[in-house]
């Protein structure tokens, strides 16, 4: 991918005996929203650190920002949402945004003027002057998103965005990760909530046991139409003419479900059966959801978490 943003070539880390990561590949554009899928314990947050250069890795190489992981010039065009946070709760929401905008070395004037912007933008204005140790976990997230977006980062990782938000607090969210995306800012977004991924991302990759075993362009794969159908009258030669229309046919009873490559085979499946003089009662389609395609990639024998 050229302009690639972030890059992980072979990533993989080991604590003494313990592979987290095995094998990570990938590479997340710029202006991308990146999802970063897979169930718990196959290493997402340690491939996130290593991302990060939180975590140093055992082999493999990668860059962001076209910087060796771990650089520390790159660090102030990067925010960060980790999935577990600790703030100083004794400060209040404009004093944590003003202490974290010194750290990163902001001139006063535009460190005032981006947490009064940022606390609008999320919810939390009247809440400015009341100590963190008040805020429920939802303001608590939002502050903390708040708080990856104050230094104007160039890319911006989320880890979990979503936990402990009411469904108002995920479209807030949704909607910052669009204007992100508006702007040119990559978002790389780790998230269990299928749905929000798939409301949000461009493209995502599947990680099982440290390794990345597939990615999806949303909205684009191939074999991702799911059809339908309900008939009567079908003899053993009108189902082989189906099947070769599509693929992974299977029927039960009067019920056919099958794969195609995409809604232009519709007219087509609906006229080979008037032609067959087979009784069409109902036929639809519908794209593979994000959650089929998780279960369909982590395969059957996946635990729960």
Known sequence: MSGAVIEARRL???????VAVAELSLEVGRGEVFGFLGPNGAGKTTSLKMLLGLVQPTAGHGKLLGAPLGHRGTRAKVGFLPEHFRFHDWLSGSEVLRFHGRLYG??????AARAEELLGRVDLEDAAHRKLREYSKGMLQRIGLALALLNEPEVVFLDEPTSGLDPIGRLLV???IRELKARGTSVFLNSHLLGEVEATCDRVVFVKQGRSVHELRLGCEPESVAVEIELGDAGPETLAALARLGRAMEQRGRQVRMQVDSDEALPEIARLLVERGARLYRMSAARKSLEQWFLEVMGEDQRPG
């Open 174 to 176: 949704r909607d910052i």
């Open 106 to 111: 902001m001139p006063e004037r535009r460190i």
């Open 12 to 18: 993989r880390k080991e604590f003494g005996a313990k």
